[in-house]
């Protein structure tokens, strides 16, 4: 049964490796939302064709609600990594990387 879980179950620097890449889509991803919404304001006033300033504001709209569970997965495999399943003061502890955390919603808005 050892064996077993050993395979199935990602060791703590293997859950805080696929957190770090999920956090940093996430980021891509706010960066595309911002991209496309710098677009879309670009388009009002030339002659664009219609519905293209609307389109690339629910793709940004997208972008930023994938990001947003993004991080929630994020730290939620954060959770896991710790004993009882809990993320103290907000950053993994003994991870040996200078990473800061922060749960879902409590990075102010600043990435969407």
Do not use: N
């Not at 199935?8 to 957190?19: E, I, M």
């Amino acid at each position: 049964m050892t064996e077993l879980l050993s395979r199935t179950v990602p060791s703590p620097a293997g859950l805080l490796d696929r957190a770090i890449a999920l956090r940093t889509d996430a980021d891509l991803l706010d960066g595309y939302a911002r991209r496309l919404l710098a677009t879309a304001a670009a388009l009002t006033g030339t002659a664009a064709p219609e519905g293209s300033r609307a389109a690339l504001e629910r793709q940004a709209a997208a972008c930023r609600a994938s990001a947003r569970r993004l991080r929630t997965a994020a730290w939620a495999l954060l959770t896991h990594r710790r004993p009882g399943g809990t993320v103290r003061d907000g950053a993994p502890a003994r991870t040996g990387r200078d990473v800061t955390w922060t749960g879902p919603g409590e990075d102010g808005g600043a990435r969407g």
